[in-house]
């Protein structure tokens, strides 16, 4: 059974830092693409980093570059998010999710398999 469990999320002020962590289970990580999405109320699920089964590859939502970065720990079968300079309008529930090892990366939360059950990032002003 696959199970991706995400942690991390909290309450934060605009302008300081969170890392997210997704703990996988019940499937080779190392041969899988990971991703990081998120919802806010109202809003529909967006893309907002991924990266690919080596860790060679990786790209953010131009409204996340330069704050926030993807990696991935094969050794622990974890994949980060590590999210600094944080605004309110980063405020969501953020969700990892994988597929099976593309050459290319996904940006499209329909191609992705299997899916966390998210974590709160609330970001005071």
């Known amino acids: 059974q696959v199970q991706l469990a995400e942690s991390g999320g909290g309450l934060v002020q605009a302008g300081g830092s969170l890392r997210l962590s997704c703990v996988v289970s019940g499937l080779t990580f190392e041969s899988y693409n990971m991703g990081w999405f998120r919802q806010a109320p109202g809003k529909e699920r967006e893309f907002v980093a991924a990266i690919t089964w080596s860790g060679g590859r990786s790209d953010h939502a131009d409204s996340v570059k330069g704050r926030f970065t993807i990696s991935r720990d094969d050794a622990k079968a974890t994949v980060y998010l590590q999210m600094n300079s944080l605004k309110p309008e980063d405020t969501a529930v953020y969700y990892c999710?994988?597929?099976?090892?593309?050459?290319?990366?996904?940006?499209?939360?329909?191609?992705?398999?299997?899916w966390g059950q998210g974590t709160q990032v609330t970001v005071s002003s």
């Open positions: 999710a994988t597929h099976r090892w593309t050459i290319g990366l996904k940006y499209s939360s329909g191609e992705y398999d299997y």
